[in-house]
């Protein structure tokens, strides 16, 4: 009697301990390669409980696709850790263009496949993420993927519908969004 009473006293402790970072996904989250399960308290606790990440995990949707508010961070950290394998505007360099309508894992083309292999890594040279970008990072940089898209927006699945009828291939010669060092609150960022 003693033992269970101290095994649910256990499991109401871990649960709670999971729902107070905010990382429990209602979506089954596999690594791209293994297809085992993410262990996603693997992740660094900064970065857990945005809105984003909430979203993300209960959804598989990326609340910060096309928010233009959030694409200067999102440029800036996809410059700083995935520019250099994936090139500037991600049309690939050692590892695989992420700007067009090819997928090397066409699980990818979601935003829930893309979180997949960013956080558990692929083969070849893509390691997991998890120990460089928390996952509101993670889904910022996502972003900064979607938005220098080239190919036809009624192909992107990852845009709703009226984003899909506004989306403008991107296009590296034009005007576009700098690089910021600052996280506003709306991209996950401190709230003032």
Known sequence: MRTTSLLKTAAALVTVGTLAWGAHAAIMLTNTVTGAPLELSEAPEEGRDTEAVKTF???????YNEKAVCLPKAHELFL????GCHGHYAEGKIGPGLNDSYWTYPKNETDQGLFETIFGGAQGQMGPMYGALNMNEML????WVRH???????????LTAEQRSTFKPFNENAAHVEPADELLPQCGGPAG
């Not at 910022?140 to 972003?143: D, E, G, K, R, T």
């Open 57 to 63: 995990l209960a959804t598989g949707t990326n609340i």
């Open 80 to 83: 700083s850790m995935c520019s």
């Open 140 to 143: 910022l940089v996502m972003s």
């Open 148 to 158: 220098v898209y080239k190919g036809d927006p009624q192909s992107a699945t990852w």
